[in-house]
């Protein structure tokens, strides 16, 4: 949904089929402090767990279009995974905080929703955005103090 006048009415929710979703908390923000130099403006930054299956492959994706259109930027966890977090510093780096569920078991069936009801350690990833081309983005992954949690 958005707003045209501040607030006082809203468009019909808009669903994007760019970021499927299997209902489990997700997070974004306004990357207000993207480097000029990546040439993206303040775009969006989104993580989730990017199935419709299972809580499972925390990815994330920018949009630079209000959220009309997203991308993928980088998977943060291949595996089972949970709830997201997501900062950006002043640097510009985003940070993605995650419940890590680990990797898949063997024969691992998103169908089944095998990941949901493992228990997770918390992981924090920081990412720093570089320009390659023109209008593409890639990633150095720093993966930064696995703290074990209990939940």
């Known amino acids: ?8 009415h809203w468009s019909d929710p808009y669903l994007s089929s760019d970021l499927p979703d299997p209902i489990v908390q997700g997070s974004m923000i306004a990357g207000s402090a993207t480097p000029p130099s990546l040439g993206v403006g303040q775009p969006l930054f ?8 299972d809580r499972a492959n925390d990815t994330l994706m920018m949009s630079t279009d209000g959220g009309a259109r997203w991308e ?3 998977q943060v966890q291949h ?17 993605a905080g995650f419940d890590d569920v ?6 691992y069936e998103p169908r089944r929703a095998e990941c949901k009801s493992r228990r997770t350690n918390e992981t924090f990833v920081l990412i720093e955005l570089t320009k390659v081309e023109e209008t593409r983005l890639k990633t150095d992954d720093f993966r930064a103090n696995h703290h074990d949690v209990s939940h």
């Open 1 to 8: 949904m958005w707003s045209n006048d501040e607030g006082t």
């Open 79 to 95: 595996g089972c995974s949970g709830y997201t977090g997501l900062v950006q510093f002043m640097d510009g780096k985003l940070g």
């Open 102 to 107: 680990g990797p898949f078991t063997e024969g």
């Open 72 to 74: 993928k930027v980088f």
């Open 46 to 53: 989104f993580t989730n767990a990017h199935t419709e299956l």
